[in-house]
Structures are given as C-alpha cells and as structure tokens.
C-alpha cells in the first residue's frame, strides 16, 4: 500500500509539471535519468530548467523515506499525493538565485520536496513554547554537498580544506525563501 501511496504522490507531483526527486535525504533520481523503480519509490524525472548562469540541479526528488536533516536541524516527512506544489523546480530553483539565499553556482543542488518542520526555530510565544517556522511545511530543500566553508568573520582559525553543506528552503506554495543555512 506504501508504494501505491508513493506512486500517486509521483504521478500527481509530475501531472502538474513539478519533478519526482529524492536528495541525499531519501531517494530519487537525476533530472536527465529515465523512470526506474526502486526498492522504497517508483520515480518519473521531468527535466528542470537551471537559471541563466547556474548549473542543472544533481538531482530532483520527492522525498520517500522520512528523515532528520542534522546539519539545519529540520525534520523531513514524505509528503501525501494531496500536497501538490504551487511552484515548480524550476521555480523553486530560479527564487533560491533572485533572493538573499546561498545559492551556490560552483555545483548544482539536489532539490527535494517535502514536508518540513523545524522543531527548534521559529517565534517564541508568550508562554515559552515555540512556533516553527516551518511546521509539516511543503517545502523546496536545495541542498550543496562538499563545498568550502565560508571563512569566519573573526579571528578564529580557518581550514580552507574542511567541506560543507549549504542549504536552502523554498516554500512550495508561494516561491518565498524561507531561510538558507551552511556548515
């Protein structure tokens, strides 16, 4: 039943000219790759446009296996056949480059679209507990793995050898950014 709920979610995700995509955060394929099943999803690539300067996307993937994203400390669920996005990957793709987002040009990103919630981040209210800001949000996650770490603003010792991860999250119903992350 899992992997019918997960199909739908594809066909529905690419009737509306939105890719099938999976990241480093669950599974999926290469935006160029031909539809394959694989032992968690069955995937249906639909090409996504860079923006002018800016490489293709690594991959493009609608998550398909929950997860905890360590490094922006963000929670990652499947979303349903229901949650149909607004913007495209293209779209998506193309508000990470316009806004003020780390969006890196050196590699393309992987793109997963999911349900995110960030359980530590958001406004706190009167009484001491948190609002999320993104509370089982659908939401584009553009993520660049391996890069350089920005140099520290400070005095602190820098390795110009140590990677990172950057990220960034777009809001799949309105193509706002929401917020981009590194380390």
Known sequence: MKTARVVAAFLAFAATGCASQSAHLGTGTSPS????????????????VAPSGYPPPAHVVVLATPSHDPVSDVDLA????????????????????????????????TITLALVTSPQAGQQNADGSLTPLMNRSLTYVLTWDGLQCPA???PASYDPTRLCTYGTFVDANTGRVVFSYDG
Do not use: L, M
């Open 33 to 48: 790759a031909s539809a394959s099943p694989s032992a968690s999803s069955s995937s249906v690539a639909v090409p996504v």
């Open 78 to 109: 499947v979303p349903s056949a229901s949650d149909v996005p607004r913007i495209s990957f293209t779209q998506a793709y193309a508000a990470c480059t316009q806004a003020d987002a780390d969006c890196a040009r050196a590699k393309g990103p």
């Open 152 to 154: 520290p603003a400070g």
